[in-house]
């Protein structure tokens, strides 16, 4: 059994990831918009009945396409990592946090014209800056561990493998 595995199984194992990060966010994405409308409008139970009005299936189908960006900037950001053999939980995953939030910030200056975490008069919006990043951080950590573990633990084994091999000839 080889331990290199195939592009195919690579490509599988990434998007396996990906899907998985995507599913996860929906429900980090509603308790975000939930979070900035309580703030807002200083009630929860306005919150709840102002995201009552779209469906959740509505809901989790635009949050779908607007986090793929940012899904992809970070297996994107931590395969760049993996071949510089820098993928450690930590860096990963404020890498792929950082990378996260850019790709959020230019999908929604396309969408809406404004970047979560800067208000429209220049300033800084410290509030909804955290919130997403409180989003993207576990987001990244759970790519992380569905992918970029798995991929590092089969690189080590592989190349302990090679090494023993050597050494035995």
């Not at 900035?36 to 635009?62: I, N, P, Y």
């Amino acid at each position: 059994m080889p331990l290199t595995k195939g592009i195919f199984i690579v490509i599988r194992d990434r998007a396996k990831g990906i899907a998985v990060r995507i599913i996860a966010g929906i429900p980090f994405s509603y308790a975000m918009f939930l979070i900035g409308l309580s703030v807002e409008r200083e009630s929860v139970a306005l919150a709840f009945s102002e995201m009552r009005r779209v469906s959740l299936l509505e809901f989790a189908g635009t949050m779908s396409l607007v986090m793929l960006p940012s899904i992809m900037s970070v297996a994107l950001a931590n395969h760049v990592l993996g071949k510089l053999g820098k993928d450690s939980l930590a860096t990963s995953t404020a890498l792929g946090a950082v990378a996260a939030y850019l790709a959020f910030a230019v999908v929604c200056i396309v969408l809406i014209q404004e970047v979560p975490g800067w208000n429209s008069d220049g300033g800084i919006d410290a509030f909804g800056a955290a919130v997403l990043l409180l989003v993207t951080i576990p987001l990244s950590a759970l790519y992380w561990f569905m992918t970029v573990r798995v991929e590092r633990n089969r690189r080590k084994l592989a190349n302990e493998s090679e090494t023993a091999i050597r050494v035995m000839e």
